[in-house]
T-cell receptor, first 114, second 117 residues
């Protein structure tokens, strides 16, 4: 099956610093990648959709200057949380798909901002 | 806009018994896909089962089956012979078949399933 990885799985950073999370499709070329945020015991909230070589499309209410998304290749998308604050602490999940196929999810990244 | 509703925040089932998780959705489209995802404590999202709206036959994957009622916009998941490993949060999700929505998934709020031994 299609495999998606995320790195790191857990990151702790100090308030005011930036942190980058990578999402890779390991055995397929992902034309589209999605980034979600999830709080404990809640559903996934879509933050943005990125297509390879294009600017990401952000969902309403998501600050694009704070959550920078880059989809530079067909196998890699990155999410950079800039000037992180404790309220940005959350679980971030990426998924990838190609064509009209379903999304394949990464294992997630836990971000803790101290 | 499409919406997905899961009205059961938590459910419990005895090991080896059967449990049904409910899901309703709202859409004006006729062509779409419905999914059930499982999120265990590891938080890895796992696709449990998928249903194409144009198919009348209910999807089945081993112990997991769905009851898809298109007119009622209902999509419930039945887990038979429940096992301890089935304990997880379950999400119902909708995806339009139209490319204008770009394969986006609309998730329900989720149902926490507890399995008692």
């Amino acid at each position: 099956g299609a495999v998606v990885s995320q790195h790191p799985s857990w990151v702790i950073c100090k308030s005011g610093t930036s942190v980058k999370i990578e999402c890779r499709s390991l055995d397929f070329q992902a034309t589209t990648m999605f980034w979600y945020r999830q709080f404990p015991k809640q559903s996934l909230m879509l933050m943005a959709t990125s297509n390879e070589g294009s600017k990401a499309t952000y969902e309403q209410g998501v600050e694009k200057d704070k959550f920078l998304i880059n989809h530079a290749s067909l196998t890699l998308s990155t999410l950079t949380v800039t000037s992180a604050h404790p309220e940005d602490s959350s679980f971030y999940i990426c998924s990838a798909s190609w064509g009209a196929r379903e999304q394949y999810f990464g294992p997630g990244t836990r971000l803790t901002v101290t | 806009a499409q919406t997905v509703t899961q009205s059961q925040p938590e459910m419990s089932v005895q090991e080896a018994e059967t449990v049904t998780l409910s899901c309703t959705y709202d859409t004006s489209e006729s062509d779409y896909y419905l999914f059930w995802y499982k999120q265990p404590p590891s938080r890895q999202m796992i696709l449990v089962i998928r249903q194409e709206a144009y198919k009348q036959q209910n999807a089945t994957e081993n112990r997991f089956s769905v009851n898809f009622q298109k007119a009622a916009k209902s999509f419930s998941l039945k887990i038979s012979d429940s096992q301890l490993g089935d304990a997880a949060m379950y999400f119902c999700a909708y995806r339009s078949a139209s490319q204008k929505y770009g394969n986006k998934l609309v998730f329900g709020a989720g149902t926490i399933l507890r399995v008692k031994s």
